[in-house]
């Protein structure tokens, strides 16, 4: 599986962006695609996952009502519409992917078997 992100960019606190990650190389029935985050001086944390097949989708406590991810199967990429954004949110985004994860695994960066490059977020105040 080769992931793109893109969308990353600045914005002002309160702003919006959508990050994408585009799949393509095989399919993503058993996969679940997730994003994660990495702030300067920071280790890399989970931010969300969406569950290819059915659509399931969890959030880190830190973005859950802040930001949503979603899919557009035929075209085999998942957004992350970021709302509300705030300083902290600053960061380079990684979308990842890892197949027979299950909901106590999906906050584990070691599941996840392919990652995408990164894109960078700054929110500034």
């Known amino acids: 599986v080769q992931l793109q992100a893109s969308g990353g960019g600045w914005v002002q606190t309160g702003g919006s962006l959508r990050l994408s990650c585009s799949a393509s190389?095989?399919?993503?029935?058993?996969?679940?695609v997730g994003w994660f985050r990495q702030a300067p001086g920071k280790e890399r944390e989970f931010v969300s996952v969406i569950r290819w097949s059915g659509g399931t989708t969890y959030y880190s406590n830190s973005v859950r009502g802040r930001f949503t991810i979603s899919k557009d199967s035929a075209k085999g990429t998942v957004y992350l519409q970021m709302n509300s954004l705030r300083p902290d949110d600053t960061a380079v985004y990684y979308c990842?992917?890892?197949?027979?994860?299950?909901?106590?695994?999906?906050?584990?960066?070691?599941?996840?078997?392919?990652w995408g490059q990164g894109t960078l977020v700054t929110v500034s105040s």
């Open positions: 190389g095989r399919s993503l029935s058993n996969y679940a």
């Open positions: 990842a992917a890892g197949s027979g994860l299950i909901q106590s695994t999906y906050y584990d960066q070691r599941r996840y078997n392919y």
